[in-house]
């Protein structure tokens, strides 16, 4: 009987380690949304959740080339080019981010501005006044581009 009472207490004391070991998937988890879930009940509804299928990882899109290839290409402009200075090298730094687009608007903006502050030294005042009135509007398109 001694024999007996002690293998009944290790068969008990073992049902419960493994009750107690149960796994993280055994949770209760409750269905918030149609995308949402939640280990609290906000919903009526239970979803059993374990043996849920894992998404294999997906084959990489063109979106996701086109995004290594634009970091790529920001890496290497993070770096300064032999004979820059330090201001071209800001200027090139902080354009990087720009849409190619966006980019060569700048680099047209920064041809033009200094003609166009060259033109206010003209003698004829309607010339001033359309070189003012262009480089404000260039100015401030510089500042939108963020230039």
Known sequence: ???????????AGALLSVAACSPAGAQAV???GSRSYSQQPC???AVNTDEAPVPAKSNRSKA??????????????????????????ETRRRRAG??????????????????????MNNPDKREVSKAEAAL????????ELQC
Not at 1 to 11: G, N
């Open 43 to 45: 919903a009526n509804r």
């Open 136 to 143: 404000e509007k260039s100015r401030k398109r510089f500042s």
């Open 64 to 89: 996701d080339l086109r995004r290594l290839e634009q970091n790529r290409a920001l890496a290497r402009t993070l770096r300064r080019k032999p004979g820059e200075s330090a201001a071209e090298f």
């Open 98 to 119: 720009l849409m190619p687009e966006d980019r060569d608007e700048c680099a047209r903006l920064d041809k033009r501005m200094p003609v166009e502050e060259a033109s």
């Open 1 to 11: 009987m001694h024999f007996r009472s002690r293998s009944s207490l290790w068969v």
């Open 30 to 32: 409750y269905k918030c």
